[in-house]
């Protein structure tokens, strides 16, 4: 089923409900977010749109007649100049990003904050056997301790493959079915 569609008066871009409860048209008054913005953020001498007066020109107003009444924005105006619509339009985006977002966590064999589980990390990449040796040593962990788990191929249910050459290693990880 095709949604409705709602024109934006000033760019004639298209949107729908969706947009109009992330804040990205206004149904009110059909005129988009974007457009909004750029009119907020166009000199006073085109638009006073979103704008604080100044000492030179009148911006919104919350007593004024024309702010309270005649304004055709006036629902909106006040939104962009206390930043309010400004900030749900950032959180409703923030969110729709992060629902839309794939999950992906690499699940590894081991604990994720563990040294072996950094040394499985560094040896997926693949790495001089002398590298690894030093980066043991560095951490005060025996190297062959190191290799005797990686060697297993299987932890915890996951398993990988341990490729070793005379002087370098590479684990396959996540093994393809
Ligand atoms: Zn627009």
Redesign the pocket.
């Known amino acids: 089923m095709k949604s409705i569609q709602f024109e934006?008066?000033?760019?004639?871009?298209l949107f729908t409900e969706i947009d109009i409860i992330n804040f990205r048209?206004f149904i009110a008054t059909r005129?988009?977010?974007?457009?909004?913005r750029s009119l907020q953020k166009s000199p006073f001498s085109y638009s006073c749109f979103g704008k604080k007066s100044d000492d030179k020109y009148l911006g919104y107003d919350s007593l004024a007649h024309e702010c309270r009444e005649l304004c055709p924005d006036r629902k909106i105006c006040p939104g962009f100049v206390n930043k309010k619509l400004i900030k749900l339009r950032k959180l409703a985006e923030a969110e729709t990003v992060v629902k839309n977002k794939p999950i992906v966590i690499r699940q590894y064999p081991f604990r994720p904050s563990s040294l072996i589980c950094k040394a499985f990390k560094l040896c997926m990449k693949g790495v001089p056997l002398t590298v690894l040796k030093r980066w043991c040593k560095h951490r005060n962990k025996n190297h062959n301790w190191v290799l005797l788990m990686l060697r297993k191929e299987n932890k915890n249910g996951r398993r990988w493959r341990f490729n070793e050459t005379r002087d370098s290693i590479k684990l396959d990880y996540p093994l393809s079915r």
């Open positions: 934006c008066l000033l760019c004639n871009e048209f005129v988009c977010y974007t457009c909004y």
